[in-house]
């Protein structure tokens, strides 16, 4: 007999049942999603990146995104992901301009890109430690374990070693060494439907790992919980673990964290400009709407932004489980 899929659970209710609130806080943080290109293809990624995607910001959004950055000094933070961002062929200028008006640049590193470059694109990746180093960037950069057997089953054969000798080059020119201000910060996430433990124990597990067994050093770990939607979903869907897996993000949320999550100070760009309150919801294109139409960077009012209403659905359960997780790890 088949088993039928259990209803979605209503997030909204949930928040008001809890007197959770979602409204919108002052905006912080420009996160864009400068291409789905990727050296990778890893079994989590609910950006569905890989070597064969080509969907790129435009110069025209490169452009405006700066002027953004400028009008806006409340806009502290322009946050930039992908695929691997550094595949895009304006990402340093877009660095460099972002850095010369004096914003915090974060970018979600892979650690691969560096010696693993798409031959397509033509982008160097000659040099790239020292760039980020000169521009003083804070790099997030996944490593989904300590050890080869976990991070490879989770992101490709071969990636673990990639990763740490990418490690030792960020080490070399000051990333994640004492009293440098340049910043490393690695992110764990769950190989498998299980929610990460608590963030500051493994923080010291992955710091005495790493140290006794590669001589590496960096400054923090994000603890992230694996979002139920594209890549990671549908390998939930094949194994049957979805609905429990949604069951279990459900019975584990936390209100503290909730009231602390990312899409309250932040907006998510996609490669055509058009706006989202976090990454989960651009990947699932739960666009950011006014009067029913789409905002994007090239026509979007900040102040009429903090009027509408956050979109939220069932996979936001992930970011409200236990400690909470977002890009900036836990939430509570």
Do not use: W
């Amino acid at each position: 007999m088949s088993t039928l899929p259990l209803a979605a659970p209503d997030f909204r209710a949930t928040l008001e049942s809890r007197d959770v609130d979602l409204s919108r806080r002052t905006l912080r943080t420009l996160q864009i999603n400068l291409t789905k290109l990727c050296n990778q293809a890893c079994l989590h990624c609910h950006v569905d990146s890989s070597p064969k995607r080509t969907e790129h910001l435009s110069p025209e959004g490169v452009e405006r995104s700066l002027e953004l950055l400028k009008l806006n000094p409340g806009l502290e933070i322009l946050d930039l992901t992908g695929g691997a961002p550094e595949l895009h062929a304006q990402f340093r200028e877009l660095v460099e301009g972002a850095r010369a008006l004096g914003r915090r640049v974060i970018v979600r590193h892979n650690l691969t890109v560096t010696l693993d470059p798409h031959p397509v694109t033509q982008v160097s990746m000659e040099g790239l430690p020292e760039f980020f180093a000169a521009q003083e960037v804070e790099l997030v950069s996944s490593l989904p374990f300590y050890e080869q057997y976990f991070t490879d089953k989770q992101r490709g054969r071969g990636v673990f070693g990639k990763s740490l000798e990418s490690l030792r080059r960020l080490n070399e020119v000051g990333f994640g060494m004492p009293d440098t201000g340049l910043e490393l910060t690695l992110v764990y996430n769950p190989v498998g439907a299980y929610l990460p433990p608590d963030q500051a124990t493994l923080e010291a597990d992955y710091r005495s790992k790493l140290r006794a067994a590669h001589g590496l050093e960096f400054n923090n770990l994000f603890a992230i919980t694996n979002m139920p939607i594209n890549r990671f979903a549908d390998d939930l869907r094949r194994r049957g673990n979805y609905d429990d897996y949604l069951q279990r993000l459900v019975a584990a949320f936390n209100p503290v964290a909730a009231s602390n999550v990312m899409c309250r100070d932040m907006i998510s760009v996609d490669h055509r400009g058009q706006i989202y309150d976090c990454d989960f919801n651009q990947m699932l294109e739960l666009e950011v709407s006014d009067a029913g139409s789409a905002l994007t960077i090239f026509n979007v009012d900040f102040a009429r932004l903090a009027e509408i209403p956050i979109q939220v659905g069932s996979h936001c359960f992930g970011c409200t489980a236990g400690s909470g997780s977002s890009c900036g790890g836990t939430t509570e």
